[in-house]
């Protein structure tokens, strides 16, 4: 039997300050979606919106064992029925690998089926730990809806971590399983959505917040060397 620890207190702490329940579609507002790619492995998508100082999620999707075209003509059936406008297509560090078949990546693929989409690929952190923190950070900003993202809420209060049965500890490695494909995918949003990043830092220690800021001086003193 697999130990794991489990984080149902992010679900819980989120309802509890009503960010989880009816968040509607805001029309006029553009639709990002985070992705955790996967055909045998399930592929995770987050639709979101943001408002204000707000990150809504306004529907949750997941399917397996579909093509890249299965999931771009899914955002499309959306934007006919539900008038969602597009802003940018996230992706995890192996949307630009390349398939062994047919020599493109999934974010080629994607950009074939969505002519005209922003397709960002999100820049991959040296450690899983760190992206996860960073979504812990960005999380207060968060916003559920009960129903079109059940599933999702589900999976994120059902990640957990791994029980190392040598030390009697659970370690900082995180299970991969139904939960950890939408886990990862909301990761994204973390890591690459700028919306996220302010929340992110606002959480910062002060010492990180100063060190930041002598490098951002820094590196605006050699800009103004070299102009």
Request: glycine share 8%.
């Amino acid at each position: 039997r697999q130990h794991a620890k489990r984080n149902p207190g992010c679900g819980q702490a989120a309802r509890a300050q009503g960010r989880i329940g009816r968040v509607h579609h805001q029309p006029g507002v553009l639709v990002n979606t985070f992705w955790d790619l996967g055909y045998n492995d399930c592929n995770s998508i987050w639709f979101h919106q943001g408002v204000n100082l707000e990150n809504r999620f306004i529907h949750a999707y997941q399917n397996s064992g579909e093509s890249l075209a299965h999931y771009a003509q899914y955002l499309q059936k959306l934007a006919m029925e539900r008038g969602y406008v597009y802003g940018t297509i996230y992706l995890p560090n192996d949307g630009e690998h390349h398939s062994r078949q047919t020599g493109k990546t999934d974010m080629q693929v994607l950009a074939e089926h969505l002519p005209g989409f922003k397709i960002e690929i999100v820049e991959r952190v040296p450690h899983l730990i760190t992206g996860i923190q960073q979504m812990r950070s960005a999380f207060p900003s968060c916003y559920f809806d009960e129903a079109e993202c059940a599933d999702g809420i589900a999976a994120l209060s059902n990640y957990r971590k791994k029980f190392s049965k040598t030390t009697n500890t659970f370690s900082e490695e995180h299970v991969h399983d139904l939960n950890s494909n939408y886990a990862d995918a909301i990761r994204q949003f973390a890591q690459g959505f700028d919306g996220a990043r302010r929340h992110i830092e606002a959480g910062e220690p002060e010492w990180k917040k100063r060190l930041r800021a002598m490098r951002t001086g820094k590196r605006r003193g050699r800009s103004a060397m070299s102009a």
